[in-house]
Structure formats: C-alpha cells, structure tokens
C-alpha cells in the first residue's frame, strides 16, 4: 500500500505527464488516500482532464477538487454566445435526436437536462461542449428513459385485458428489442387486438408497437 507521501508523487508525476495540464499550476495534497487537487486552470476542459488524471493513479480511494476555471480575457464569452454555441453543438451531433436536450447557462456553467433513450447519448451530450471555450463547468442532469421489459409489457397487457372482462392474454407473445415490442400470437376479437395493442404503447419506454396478432375464431 502507498504512503500518503508515495501517492502525492505519483499523482504529480501523472499530472507533469499530461499534456493537456499545467500541472505547474495545480498543487496536490494526500490525506489517507484522499487526494485533494487546488489550483487555478484556464478552461474547464484542463480541470476535467486534471480529475481524470488524478482519478486513474493507483492508490486514490477519493477525490477531492479546489480547482478554479479562471478564463483568460480572450476566453470570456457571454451566457447568451454560450448557449448558442452549445445548441448548434447539439444540433449537429448525429447521436442525439432534435430538441431532446434543453440548454441553461449561468456564468459560464452550463446546465444540461432533458431525456434520452441510451447512455451513450447522454455522454456524448457532455462530451461536446466540454472543450467549448468560455464554458466554466457543467451540470450533467440528462436523465436515460427506463428500459422495456417484456415481462412488465405482458403484464400490463394481461391487466388491461382483465379490467375490460375480456379473454386472458395467455396466447399473445411479447417481443422487446430496445424501445420496440412485437406482439404476436392470437386473440378472439378485435377489441382484445385493440386492448393488447394499446397497453403495449402505454407501457414506459416504449416508442414502437408492431401487431402481428391474428384473430382466432
């Protein structure tokens, strides 16, 4: 095991090592494995990578941050430059569908926040403007929609079909992939077909409903 001494070492060496760093500017202290990382950086980018750095040492049980993002004149930007920036950043991205993500600047920070179907997508909304100069920080609030589970779609379906006092929902299969369900099998009447289709779309997640169901006499 290191030594608190043994850890600052290695954690200044990995931040010296790191090009995108003036480590010149960031002092390191170790307390019980706790590093602490102070200083002043000019872009919020040197401070994430800084983190990052000190985060892959060997040795870091936590992490502590004193860093301050203290622009240089040719950085400052207003909220308003920032905000566009960043929609037109979002707007080009092929990972990301129009309009899910909704942009807040104040001083600098960035706050993001809305919906997506994957993680990646929500990472990649991060990952866009953290190089975006004048940014300061940013809040990360993009929640992921909840998975399908073929077993809740099921479920739901056999409810519905219990509260309409219609016939079990024994003989409908249900297929999910990602956001899509694939309802199969057979039911006696169109309002079961109607029934199945409609708890299926009602069910979280969801964002395709394909009826392969046929009706049996």
Do not use: C
């Amino acid at each position: 095991m290191k030594t608190d001494r043994q850890l600052q070492q290695d954690v200044s060496a990995e931040l010296e090592w790191e090009p995108s760093v003036h480590a010149a500017h960031i002092g390191v202290e170790v307390r019980e494995g706790v590093v602490t990382l102070a200083g002043q950086v000019d872009s919020y980018a040197e401070k994430w990578s800084a983190e990052r750095v000190a985060q892959r040492v060997s040795g870091v049980k936590a992490m502590a941050t004193e860093l301050t993002v203290h622009l240089t004149s040719l950085s400052q930007r207003t909220d308003a430059n920032i905000a566009a920036s960043v929609e037109n950043l979002l707007e080009w991205s092929a990972t990301l569908p129009a309009g899910v993500i909704k942009v807040m600047v104040e001083g600098g920070w960035v706050t993001l926040s809305g919906t997506v179907d994957w993680k990646f997508q929500k990472q990649s909304a991060a990952d866009s403007i953290r190089h975006l100069m004048g940014v300061v920080g940013v809040s990360d609030q993009i929640t992921i929609k909840p998975s399908v589970s073929a077993t809740v779609v099921k479920s739901d379906i056999e409810a519905a079909l219990k509260r309409a006092a219609l016939a079990d929902a024994h003989q409908i299969a249900v297929t999910v992939h990602g956001t899509d369900v694939t309802l199969s099998g057979t039911v006696h009447n169109w309002a079961e077909r109607e029934t199945a289709t409609n708890s299926a779309w009602r069910t979280p997640g969801v964002r395709n409903v394909v009826d392969m169901m046929v009706l049996t006499p």
